[in-house]
């Protein structure tokens, strides 16, 4: 396990060696603006493989995607309907998660069987440089084991996870907070499947006229 400290002057390093590592087949913990997360390369199915066994994640549970750039959404979705792009444009990069149908190729690990991703551009943070520079998606997830509380500092996520992950990108302590909104994108309806720090309220002036938005009441 590598831990590396990130700061403006090794900011660039930094990022290099995390994309590296990624490509590689390796997980990398990495500080988001609210928690910290990791990261695995999108299509990497025995790196999603060891990243649901160090969590303890359940099967049935999805694994949010980051991306820098949206053209990169073309490699995980062939639907994005003028309500979606109207909420990108007002809240990407932010803390408002996406979710669209799956192309068919994507890992079960992804989807857990839902045939839908979840996928947002983070907001300003190591994340967001991260996913600027990797010209692929990246898993998302939380950086803890499942059940316990999300790590806010680098030696949360060794205590949990010690050298089975690669590379640990110490940032100092997050912010924490509530986490992102989840919004369904399927069809002809806008789901809130989970409201965050952004409200319902200020997504309404975003949504294409004749669209359903409701939300969704299950657990995510």
């Known amino acids: 396990m590598i831990l590396m400290k990130s700061s403006e002057l090794s900011l660039e390093r930094t990022v290099h060696k995390s994309v590296e590592i990624l490509r590689a087949g390796g997980i990398v913990a990495y500080p988001t603006e609210t928690f910290y997360a990791l990261g695995v390369k999108f299509d990497m199915e ?12 359940p099967l049935e549970k999805a694994i949010p995607l980051i991306i820098g ?28 998660t996406l979710i669209f149908p799956a192309l068919g190729n994507l890992s079960d690990y992804i989807t ?14 190591f994340a967001l440089q991260l996913a600027k520079s990797a010209p692929f998606p990246l898993s998302a997830t939380s950086a803890n084991i499942s059940g316990r509380p999300p790590a806010r500092d680098a030696e949360t996520v060794i205590e949990y996870f010690n050298d089975t992950i690669d590379l640990i990108i110490d940032g100092g302590k997050t912010p924490g907070g509530l986490p992102s909104t989840i919004v369904a994108v399927i069809g002809e309806t806008l789901r809130i499947l989970r409201e965050g720090i952004i409200k319902k309220e200020n997504m309404a002036a975003y949504i294409m006229p004749g669209l359903d938005c409701h939300t969704f009441r299950r657990g995510v």
């Open 112 to 125: 857990a069987g839902t045939h839908t991703v979840a996928v947002r551009i983070p907001g300003e943070s």
């Open 46 to 57: 025995e790196s999603l493989k060891k990243l649901y066994a160090i969590k303890q994640r």
């Open 69 to 96: 750039h949206r053209e990169l959404l073309s490699m995980i979705t062939s639907s994005v309907n003028r309500s979606a792009v109207s909420l990108m444009d007002t809240f990407w990069p932010g803390p408002l």
